[in-house]
């Protein structure tokens, strides 16, 4: 039996739908200012929150992973949700699970207990960016769906402006479990934007996936248990059993959906040009990008004997550079077209990423300030135009699969992204985590890593059309 779906928005043109709609901009930019505040304000921390755990900071991986592991798995189930509970009790839902989460991480008193915490945070946030974006695919045209995405994620901003700010001067001056508790406000004003301005979209009622989701879930948590416990060279056996295994149910979720009428992935949106090669880059660029806070941190704070608060002082220029970007990035993509943008952008990223190679204990904290504002400026254009570019060939009835699926791929190449940073530099550390000189070596040959990841992404965007013009995004 099927409920009646709710009336279907049809996307508008209007240059006054911005406006009109600015309540709904506010309630999405909420909803991604709690994911990037608490994301970033942990960055600046790690160091102090693995002493207090009594455990090494590179350990600390699985705290930042299980966060956004835990939000790739649960997105894709989104969808049914959506057409379950409708899309307002369902993101007021997802900030008071995030909320919940939050508090267990601020009171937790070892590192096995703050990752369960982080997982409940993720199942909260693995919520409120798919909803948002999916009501931002049916209230706005293609036309003004960049501009939407823009100004949503402008505001958004302050996460990474504050959270390096206060996660650095909470760890040196106060108490680093405030940096979760002061995500409670926030999630309070969440849940008041949602009953004043969230419209009610409900579809049509379906039976659940499980199997598929079980598939998803099995086949991408045993794969990041594998690359989280790779560099333990007396696991050999345990990592090669859950690489095997997870491909297995790789294997058979995509025989499965195959045969499934209503599955919880719809990998037949992959038969778009656009959203195959948004989601394949997308993945290469986060394996590439998405650990760099973290080991920028460690090589800071533990190779160059920065205090948290300055390191996360540092950081701050990246946010800035994203946000001077975010003003400019319809204009860049009009001009030169989803393809010409991306493939040059992610070159541009991958020359960033050596040039961090280059730093060392003697280098001018403004030199590293200005090479960190470019590289926010260079991922500001990346994240929005490959979060756009998924949606040019999508429809409204699909717009909701679309939004899941990827920003399931996104959470998983950043949780992957975080697994091979931190891999990377735990084997190039090994035994020497007391030695500033082995933390500057390892980050050295880490990110230089990293950018020939970069190149990998940038040969992905070259297979984007090459009449793939800005006219259509304008």
């Not at 930019?29 to 009594?54: E, G």
């Not at 009790?89 to 915490?117: K, M, Y």
């Not at 500001?380 to 679309?402: E, K, R």
Request: proline share 4%; glycine share 8%; aromatic share 8%.
């Amino acid at each position: 039996m099927t409920s009646r779906a709710s009336p279907a928005l049809t996307p508008t043109d209007d240059p006054d739908a911005l406006a009109a709609h600015r309540g709904l901009l506010w309630l999405v930019s909420a909803a991604l200012f709690m994911q990037t505040l608490d994301s970033t304000i942990v960055n600046a921390a790690v160091p102090t929150i693995a002493d207090a755990l009594a455990v090494t900071p590179l350990s600390l991986k699985s705290a930042l992973t299980a966060y956004v592991l835990t939000i790739a798995v649960c997105v894709p189930a989104s969808p049914w949700l959506v057409d379950r509970l409708g899309t307002r009790r369902l993101i007021g839902v997802a900030f008071a699970v995030f909320s919940l989460g939050s508090l267990a991480c601020g009171l937790a008193q070892s590192l096995d207990q703050l990752v369960v915490s982080r997982v409940l945070q993720g199942m909260g946030g693995a919520l409120m960016m798919p909803v948002g974006r999916y009501v931002l695919a049916r209230t706005f045209s293609k036309r003004a769906l960049v501009q939407a995405m823009s100004m949503v994620t402008l505001p958004a901003m302050l996460g990474p402006v504050l959270g390096p700010l206060l996660g650095g001067a909470l760890a040196e001056y106060g108490d680093w479990r405030l940096i979760f508790l002061i995500n409670l406000p926030v999630g309070a004003l969440g849940l008041w934007l949602t009953q004043r301005f969230m419209p009610e979209i409900r579809g049509e009622r379906r039976r659940f996936d499980l199997a598929g989701f079980t598939y998803f879930a099995l086949a991408s948590g045993l794969l990041m248990a594998g690359a989280d416990r790779a560099a333990d060279g007396r696991a050999k056996l345990a990592v090669l059993a859950c690489l095997a295994a997870g491909a297995l149910f790789a294997v058979l979720l995509v025989w499965h959906t195959r045969r499934t009428e209503h599955p919880v992935a719809d990998l037949r949106l992959f038969a778009s040009r656009s959203f195959s090669i948004s989601v394949l880059g997308n993945i290469c660029t986060r394996l590439a990008a998405a650990g760099m806070p973290f080991v920028l941190v460690l090589f800071l704070q533990l190779g160059c004997d920065w205090s948290p608060l300055a390191a996360g002082l540092i950081l701050v220029p990246q946010a800035m550079g994203m946000m001077l970007m975010k003003l400019g990035i319809t204009r860049i993509l009009v001009q030169f077209g989803y393809r010409r943008a991306l493939v040059a952008n992610t070159l541009i990223i991958a020359v960033l990423l050596s040039a961090f190679g280059l730093l060392g204990a003697d280098t001018p904290s403004w030199a590293v300030a200005l090479l960190v504002f470019v590289y926010g400026l260079a991922m500001s254009l990346q994240y929005t135009a490959m979060n756009t570019l998924a949606f040019q060939d999508i429809g409204p009835d699909q717009a909701a699969h679309a939004s899941s699926l990827t920003s399931s791929m996104q959470f998983l190449g950043i949780s992957f992204g975080i697994a091979l940073a931190s891999l990377l530099m735990e084997a190039l550390v090994g035994d020497l985590h007391t030695h500033a000189a082995a933390y500057v070596h390892a980050f050295h040959l880490t990110v230089w890593w990293l950018a020939g990841m970069a190149v990998l992404a940038a040969a992905v965007f070259t297979r984007l059309r090459r009449d793939r013009p800005g006219r259509e995004t304008a």
